[in-house]
C-alpha cells in the first residue's frame, strides 16, 4: 500500500540514430504529499506518438487507485495528480464521470467528497465548465454545488485569461529562449 506520495524524479534520455541525428526526452516529476503535483514531459515532435503511452500509464494508475492497493483517502490525489498533467485531464474528468456513482457512494457526505472535482479547476475552456454544469444536472450531488460553482467559475477566468493574453505569454516566451 502506498503511504506517501512525496519525492522528485527527473531522467533525460538522449536517442542517437547516428551522429547527425540526436534527441532527448525529458520527464519531470515532482509532488510534495498531494498538496503539489508536476508532471512534465518534454518530446520532440517525432516522438509525440509516446503520448499514447503515457496515457496507457496514467489509465494504469487510475484504475490502480480505486482497487485495494490504494487506502480510499487517498483515491483523490490520483485524480488531482492526473487531472494536473494536460495529457491526462480529459482522462481524469471521462474516469471521474464514469466512476461517479461508485465515488459517490464511497465518500457523499465527507470532507474528501469534493476533492474529487476541485482539480477540473485546472481546464481552460468554457466548453469544459459547461460540461460539468450538464453533468452535475444529471448526476445532482448533494452538498458540492458550491465546490461546481467554484470550478467552472474557475474555468472560465482560465478560459478568458487565455483568450486575453495567450498571444502576449507566447511572444515573452519566445524572447526568453
Known sequence: MIQSMTGFASKTLTIIRDKDHKANISIHLKTLNARYFELNSKLPHPFSHLETDLLKLLKKSLDMA??????????????????ANPVGRDLAWEYVQSNWESITKTFAGGHLYPRFIQSAAYFTDNKKADEIEKFFKKNPSVGLERTIAQVTEQIRANDLWLKRDKSKLS??????K
Open 171 to 176: 511572444n515573452f516566451l519566445r524572447m526568453v
Open 66 to 83: 480505486f482497487s485495494d492497493q490504494m487506502r480510499a483517502q487517498d483515491r483523490f490525489k490520483a485524480i488531482s495528480f492526473i487531472w
